[in-house]
Antibody, heavy 120, light 107 residues
Framework: EVHLVESGGGLVQPGGSLRLSCAAS????????MSWVRQAPGKGLEWVAN????????YYVDSVRGRFTISRDNAKNSLYLQMNGLRAEDTAIYYC?????????????WGQGTLVTVSS | DIQMTQSPSSLSASVGDRVTITCRAS??????LNWYQQKPGKVPKLLIY???SLQGGVPSRFSGSESGTDFALTISNLQPEDFATYYC?????????FGQGTRVEIK
């Protein structure tokens, strides 16, 4: 059974940094693209970033490019999101998800999310 | 970037009703369009992928359709458990973009 478990969220001051982790199990992690999606409190879903199996391709939403870095460690079956220069508007639940493909990409497996709060 | 315009932002319906939610893409996205259902405090659930393919385990009252850059999610015979917020997501090109969401409420 596929499991994705995020960790690393918490309260951080504006301008601070945080590193989120996503531990994957139940599938061959190194075979899949992975993604981060976030949701601000009471707001809609926002895609944040994607990463290819070998890290050779990474994509970001404009609002985080240059501040956030997506990475992975296939040996540890783990996905990461390094977040620097955090702003109040980055406050959200951050979900990791696995990309699958069938007539287009889709996200079926999601973690439960980890809450990041940026506040002084 | 591809913009996804989802409508309506909310709707009120009764059990047994047929409801349709639409997403319009700002440019061609082929059939790279997913639909998700989210209930308060829960993780989004995939309903439809590839514009019209029903995810396994999802009731057949949910269906998706596509016409050019217009996409629709239809729920026929609305059930009490269907009251939730629905989102479309285009995965044709990065940055991927979600629609703004449609809240389906009980009339």
């Amino acid at each position: 059974e596929v499991h994705l478990v995020e960790s690393g969220g918490g309260l951080v001051q504006p301008g601070g940094s945080l590193r989120l982790s996503c531990a994957a199990s139940g599938f061959a992690f190194s075979d899949y693209w992975m993604s981060w999606v976030r949701q601000a409190p009471g707001k809609g879903l926002e895609w944040v970033a994607n990463i290819k199996q070998d890290e050779s391709e990474k994509y970001y939403v404009d609002s985080v490019r240059g501040r956030f870095t997506i990475s992975r460690d296939n040996a540890k079956n783990s996905l990461y999101l390094q977040m620097n220069g955090l702003r109040a508007e980055d406050t959200a639940i951050y979900y990791c998800a696995r990309l699958d493909y069938d007539n287009g990409w889709y996200l079926y497996y999601w973690g439960q999310g980890t809450l990041v709060t940026v506040s002084s | 970037d591809i913009q996804m315009t989802q409508s309506p932002s909310s709707l009120s319906a009764s059990v047994g009703d047929r409801v349709t939610i639409t997403c319009r893409a700002s440019q061609r996205i082929s059939r790279s369009l997913n639909w998700y259902q989210q209930k308060p405090g829960k993780v989004p659930k995939l309903l439809i992928y590839g514009a019209s393919s029903l995810q396994g385990g999802v009731p057949s009252r949910f269906s998706g359709s596509e016409s050019g850059t217009d996409f629709a999610l239809t729920i026929s015979n609305l059930q009490p458990e269907d009251f939730a917020t629905y989102y479309c997501l285009q995965t044709y090109s990065a940055p991927w973009t979600f629609g703004q969401g449609t809240r389906v409420e009980i009339k």
